[in-house]
Every structure is written in C-alpha cells, then in structure tokens.
C-alpha cells in the first residue's frame, strides 16, 4: 500500500509539474521567476547598503543612481553600443564560417588536422591582452583590430566543437554509407554535418559570449576614441573623469549584451534541433 501510495504521489507531482499557466509549465515559471527574485533581491540590499551607510556615489553608485544615468546618457551610451555589436557580430559571422570550413576540411583528412589543430589550441591560450598590441602595430584600421582580436577569441570554440562533432558520427552508419557506395560529399551532407549540427551550435552559443568579450578587451587595451568608441572606450573614459555611475551604466549595457546573445544563441539552437535531436525536444513528445 505504501508503494502505491509513493507512486500516486509522483503522479500528482508530475501532473502538477507539467500543468501549464500562461503557457509556461512549473518549470518554467521557475526558472524565470527564481533569478528574478535573487536579482531583485540583490539589487535592494545593494541599494540599501549604499543608502544606510552613506557611500558617495563616485566609489560605489547605488542601482538607482546607475538607472538614472543609463537613461540620461542612453544617447551616447546607444552609439557605442551599437559599434561595439558592430564588431561583436562581425567577428561571430567570421568565426562560425571560418571555424565550420576548416572544421569540414579536418574532417576529410586526418593529416590535416593533426598538423594544423595545436596551432589553433596555441591560438586559444595565447592571452588576447599579449596578442592585441602587436595586431595594433601591424594594422592601421582601430576597427580591423577589434574585429581581429574578437575573432580570434570566438573562433576556437567553434573549430573545436564542430570537429568533435564531425568526428562523432556513427561508425555503424558510416559503414553503412560506404556499404551503398556513397561517396566523401554524400557522407559529409547526410551524415556528418547533420551529426555535428548540435555541437556547431555549442560552439556558436560559446562564441557569442566570447566575441563580445573580444571586442571589449581589445579595446580596452587599443584604448580608441573618435569613430571606435564602443563601450569600452566609454569605461575608460569615465573611469578617467571619476565617472563611475556611467561607467557602471557601461558595465550594465555590455551584461545586458551578452545576456541577450547568449539568449539569442540558445534560440536558435533551440529552433534548429527541436524537431529531430533529443536535446531540444521536449519530454512529452518523446
């Protein structure tokens, strides 16, 4: 009876857990209305901290303070943003095309990419910071520099994923391929880009983040002004004239940015495979 009595519960538990609201399940509503909580909570205590011990605003502005000068100077803040996404975009659009070309090219020979991939792993752990002053020396366009050093950034997480994933196709079904005679451009369109769909997509949500923080580096140590004046740049600049509510009015735009990417990223993913590959269809439905 006891058994029975466990199993009815997670019955109901389970119901309830998938009994929609709004359109959104239990679930769902949690893990939007859990974050907002903790953020709402911490933007109070932050508030009130700042408030009941009186801290002036050029150490430690209160999020109040931040809001206010974020909408005063959403003018120039807005430019800036719009050049750093400029750079952002820019650098992901090269990586994803970039990264998936040579990825398919290591796929075709084995000899390729074990003589070519720990060039692109010294690439990657090689910091932006050592690399960006020497691409400031030898490129004269401060915007083909950020372009370059936001690349650089984005483009391994790419390279790498779509390479394990075309690298992870079924053997079964590859023998099965080559059973009925198909050939290398028949394998790769059929088999394995389908397979490494999901980790190209990986890499592409990875690389969203990674582009933005890119452009932001390096232009914190290219320290431009004038036509590339992204968000960085305004940073630097408030922090020179002890600015700080608009330079936390900066930091908040570039969270926001990169928020909004990696959410961008997420749904394209989500689009992409929510049809035919088991991590993005949903349980009911399989």
């Known amino acids: 009876m006891t058994e029975v009595k466990l199993a009815a519960d997670e019955t109901i538990v389970e119901e309830n857990r998938e009994a929609t609201w709004l359109g959104l399940t239990l679930d769902g509503w949690l893990k939007i209305l859990a974050p907002s909580l903790i953020g709402v909570l ?11 011990n009186a801290i002036p605003h050029y150490i430690l502005p209160g999020p109040v303070l931040v809001a206010e000068t ?9 430019v800036s943003l719009l ?8 650098a992901l659009f090269m990586a994803a095309i ?11 020979s084995r000899a390729v990419e074990l003589s070519l991939f720990p060039y692109a792993v010294i690439l990657q752990v090689t910091p932006i910071v050592a690399i960006a002053p020497l691409i400031i020396i030898w490129v004269d366009d401060v915007r083909l520099v950020l372009l370059i050093c936001a690349w650089i950034v984005a483009f391994f997480p790419i390279l790498s994923n779509t390479t394990l994933g075309l690298n992870s196709a079924d053997q079964n079904l590859t023998d099965l391929f080559r059973m009925y005679r198909a050939n290398r451009w028949q394998v790769l369109m059929r088999l394995r880009l389908p397979t490494a ?18 452009a932001i580096v390096a232009e914190f140590v290219a320290g431009t002004g004038g036509r590339a004046s992204g968000l960085a740049y305004r940073i630097l600049e408030a922090g020179f004239n002890l600015q700080i509510p608009r330079m ?33 269809i949903s349980k009911d439905r399989r």
């Not at 974020?70 to 807005?78: E, I, M, T, V």
């Open 42 to 52: 911490a933007l109070v205590g932050w508030e009130w901290t700042v408030r009941a």
């Open 83 to 90: 050049i750093t996404l400029q750079i952002t975009f820019a």
């Open 197 to 214: 769909m999901p980790y190209f997509l990986a890499g592409l949500r990875i690389s969203g983040g990674l582009a933005l923080i890119g």
């Open 70 to 78: 974020l909408a005063r100077d959403w003018q120039s803040l807005s």
């Open 98 to 108: 970039l990264g998936l070309a040579i990825a398919v090219l290591f796929a075709q």
């Open 248 to 280: 936390f009015a900066a930091l908040v735009l570039i969270s926001l940015t990169g928020i909004a990417i990696f959410g961008a990223m997420t749904l394209i993913s989500h689009l992409a495979l929510r049809h035919w590959h088991e991590s993005a």
